[in-house]
């Protein structure tokens, strides 16, 4: 008898930026019920900003830390649209690159921005999974933890698995602290 899960590829969204324990909590969500799951890294061209301090490489070195070869891991450029129906057709379109097929199941922590991303999209159904907030955190909040040299608030929310990353992590937020300029959306 196999395990059959009831979707196939879940995919997920996220600039990670920088990574918590809701992320996981949304992640291991997806893990539960699709047999493969997708984590598309999205700016992924920023980095070396307040708002985007990571580069691609370290999100997908923590990505990968934490779950090791159960999920797939790609970059996910900006492209100027925000969050519609054009940014929706190009995130589908990824995803069909990168797994030769479309996913049927969008997980997410529900965001109104979301709601629409397939709405164009003609003969694809695409579920979407709602992930509740376990925790109130922010992503803001967490690089003021670096900002701040709180290792023991950032300790918190963060998994254990990256707490050796404290100080190569703080050190990218501390660099990039007081360049405010973005072109991610």
């Not at 922590?109 to 999209?121: A, I, M, P, T, Y």
Request: glycine residues 8%; charged residues 30%; hydrophobic residues 35%.
């Amino acid at each position: 008898m196999t395990n059959k899960k009831p979707f196939e590829l879940g995919v997920t969204v996220g600039r990670f930026q920088t990574f918590h324990t809701g992320h996981r909590y949304m992640i291991e969500k997806a893990l539960a019920v699709c047999g493969e799951v997708g984590i598309l890294v999205g700016s992924s061209q920023e980095s070396g900003t307040y708002k985007n301090p990571f580069s691609y490489n370290t999100r997908e070195r923590i990505l990968k830390k934490i779950f090791g070869d159960r999920v797939q891991i790609y970059p996910l450029p900006d492209i100027g649209v925000g969050n519609n129906s054009k940014w929706g057709d190009y995130v589908l379109e990824n995803i069909k690159d990168k797994f030769g097929k479309s996913p049927d199941l969008l997980v997410s922590g529900k965001e109104e921005r979301r709601l629409d991303w397939f709405d164009s999209v003609e003969g694809v159904t695409i579920a979407e999974l709602y992930v509740p907030k376990i925790i109130n955190i922010s992503a803001s909040e967490m690089r003021d933890f670096f900002v701040n040299d709180d290792f023991e608030n950032w300790k918190r929310f963060t998994d254990e698995a990256l707490w050796d990353e404290y100080e190569s992590l703080r050190a990218e937020v501390m660099s990039a602290k007081d360049n405010l300029f973005t072109e991610s959306l």
